[in-house]
């Protein structure tokens, strides 16, 4: 499965370069967010780019369900993040938010993530976790 980082979903509802990618990723895996990264998407989506509610829920509703699934976080969801945050945090070198912590307690040795966030992806290596590097709103891949 791809589990797919915020930024992912960001990049295709606000055409930022990786949407096209991310695009062809629905189309050729099981793909999935964790309802955190989900609900991450969902405000910079707003926030950031300037889109109404109603059109991110109405993009959103054929996609989520039926082609991304959305993982719910449990307990162990909740230690894993936080002992990944607590193992590869650096302010200055690896900010990895406890958003992104969710997303990489929810892979299994099985998944991919796709990400343009450098910290997440230097992480996910870090932790042996297959890695699908997308491009930034800049065009730089992590």
């Not at 967010?33 to 300037?50: F, K, S, Y």
């Amino acid at each position: 499965m791809i589990l797919l980082d915020a930024y992912a979903l960001v990049a295709l509802l606000a055409t930022e370069p990786a949407g096209s990618e991310v695009d062809g990723l629905l189309d050729t895996d099981q793909t999935a967010v964790t309802a955190v990264n989900l609900a991450e998407a969902i405000d910079i989506t707003e926030r950031v780019h300037q889109l109404e509610r109603h059109e991110i829920r109405d993009a959103l509703a054929p996609l989520l369900g039926p082609v991304v699934l959305v993982l719910p976080h449990d307990e162990r969801d909740a230690w894993r993040a936080a002992e990944l945050r607590a193992t590869h945090y650096e302010r200055n070198e690896r900010a990895v938010s406890i958003a992104d912590c969710f997303l990489l307690a929810a892979a299994t040795p099985d998944d991919s993530i796709a990400t343009s966030d450098p910290a997440v992806a230097a992480t996910a290596r870090d932790e042996g976790i297959r890695l699908i590097a997308l491009p930034d709103s800049s065009g730089v891949r992590p």
